[in-house]
Structure formats: C-alpha cells, structure tokens
C-alpha cells in the first residue's frame, strides 16, 4: 500500500507561480511511475505529468509544457510540481498518484494508475 499526501494548493493570478508536494509512505519507490492528475469541475481528471522514481523520466501533456516541471527528492520520499505562469484554465483539484504498472513506462491513462492522494485544489483567477 502507497499513501500519498498532497499540499500546496491555493489561489492564485493568472502569472503566479504555485508548487505542489506529494509525500509518499508505505512502500519502496524504485519501480513506481508517480505522477499528476487534475480535475477541473464537470470535466474528467486528466493527465497533466509524471515521473519515474528510478529513472527519472518526465512525460507532459502539452498544455503544460514549458510551464510545469516535475521533480523528486528520494532521501525524502517526494514528488513536485513547480507551476508556473499559471493560467485560469489550470483550475482544477489536483491529484497525486502512483503505479507500478506498465513500469518503466509512463502511463497517461487515469484507470493505469492504483494509489491517489486525496487532492489539493488548485485556483487561478484572472
């Protein structure tokens, strides 16, 4: 069992920069992918990036390209997520989340991933 806490949300500008923190517990990490999801209201939770643990790979969506960045520190089991120029279209709760299927492969698909933080909310006003 991997748990995974979440924080760093909050409200924003359109410009600010925010970063969110995912600690995980309860398992080794060398063959997880851990990533970002997020759910903007009335839309499904998408893909936004993630990462291998042990490799260190870093896959994107496109919408976040250029802006965000994901990052782990492995001496204190946690993920980031550096956001910045934030836009009012990033709105959404997002969610942390970890698998080991399909590793070392980036998953993109929300039903390939097994554990999920609870979720932070993101807001950015214009």
């Known amino acids: 069992q991997v748990r995974l806490i979440e924080s760093g949300g909050g409200l924003v500008q359109a410009g600010d920069s925010l970063r969110l923190s995912c600690a995980a517990s309860g398992r080794t990490l060398s063959t997880y992918v851990m990533g970002w999801f997020r759910q903007a209201p009335g839309k499904e939770r998408e893909f936004v990036a993630a990462?291998?643990?042990?490799?260190?790979?870093?896959d994107y969506t496109d919408s976040v390209k250029g802006r965000f960045t994901i990052s782990k520190d492995n001496a204190e089991n946690t993920m980031y997520l550096q956001m910045n120029s934030l836009k009012p279209e990033d709105t959404a709760v997002y969610y942390c989340?970890?698998?080991?299927?399909?590793?070392?492969?980036?998953?993109?698909?929300?039903?390939?991933?097994?554990?999920w933080g609870q979720g932070t909310q993101v807001t950015v006003s214009s």
């Open positions: 990462i291998t643990w042990s490799r260190t790979t870093t």
């Open positions: 989340t970890a698998t080991q299927r399909g590793f070392p492969y980036i998953p993109r698909v929300k039903s390939d991933y097994n554990y």
